[in-house]
């Protein structure tokens, strides 16, 4: 007879033969998930203020008022997605097995990738309130995002389960590293560089596997999993808040796209009007 799995046990794996079994003394403590939360909050935030202390404004060429502030926030979060988005994906690589029980099967990396996250997000909404980035344009959609995010892996840690659908949602930060890097190169690095161009096709292409086909691929395996959810009201938690990220990442992407166009068509009328005012100078003199 096969073994019930129970929402709060870990199922270690046979990577050999991917055979599932349930170990009781792997319980989910709150010590192990909520103690790697405090860290993971104390070490992002030590980051943050490592950051300002090495004065790292100081290489930004178009500046804004919320650039110094905007540059830390954006450099924290490009360090917490290129963990988290590996741990991840090394947690399902390895244990193949994972993917058999997307509900209720888990491992210890899985959860340590989840608490990583969590008090990543929740310095990030410490530190954007006491930076004034909350005011940033878009701040509804800004909030929004972070409440869902912080509510589903919340329920994920508390009840010990449904790891590995939430690690999936997080795999969204392959895309946030090219996000973040983009934000670090428009402050940092001349728009109209051919490399850029580059840069903006990989990014772009990032947005579709990693936001636009991986959020409704996730939504689409809730929709068949509802049977594996204990709790239905997670599962409706789940699946709505699926629908909602699914909104936000075409608006996100729209708005990248707008930003980038605006951005380059500004940058090449500065290059213009300087070469406008060399040649200019150049016929003076002559």
């Not at 990738?113 to 997000?121: A, H, K, Q």
């Not at 996000?179 to 109209?192: F, Y």
């Not at 772009?204 to 929709?223: A, E, G, Q």
């Amino acid at each position: 007879e096969e073994p019930i799995v129970q929402p709060r046990n870990f199922i270690a794996w046979n990577l050999g033969s991917e055979k599932m079994t349930i170990e009781s003394e792997l319980d989910c403590t709150a010590l192990m998930v909520w103690g790697t939360v405090g860290a993971s909050f104390c070490v992002f935030a030590a980051f943050t203020f490592l950051l300002q202390w090495l004065d790292v404004h100081r290489f930004v060429k178009h500046p804004t008022p919320t650039t110094p502030a905007a540059l830390v926030n954006t450099t924290t979060s490009l360090f917490h997605a290129i963990i988290v988005s590996n741990l991840i994906a090394w947690s399902f690589f390895v244990q193949t097995g994972l993917w058999e029980n997307l509900a209720l099967a888990t491992s210890p990396l899985l959860t340590y990738s989840v608490s990583i996250s969590f008090g990543y997000f929740c310095w990030d909404c410490v530190h954007m309130m006491i930076s004034g980035l909350d005011t940033e344009a878009n701040p509804f959609g800004l909030w929004l995002h972070h409440f869902l995010v912080l509510f589903c892996l919340g329920t994920s840690l508390t009840h010990c389960s449904y790891m590995p659908f939430t690690s999936l949602t997080l795999l969204v930060e392959y895309h946030s590293i090219l996000l973040h890097a983009r934000r670090i190169w428009l402050w940092c690095v001349d728009r109209v560089r051919p490399s850029y161009q580059v840069f903006r096709v990989v990014h772009y292409l990032s947005i579709v596997v990693f936001r636009l086909f991986l959020h409704p691929w996730i939504t689409y395996l809730l929709w068949y999993s509802y049977d594996l959810f204990p709790l239905k009201w997670v599962w409706l938690l789940a699946f709505s808040s699926m629908i909602v990220l699914i909104f936000i990442n075409v608006f996100l992407f729209y708005g990248i796209y707008k930003s980038d166009e605006n951005k380059l068509r500004q940058s090449t009328l500065s290059c213009n009007v300087r070469s406008d005012g060399q040649r200019h100078h150049s016929k003076k003199n002559d």
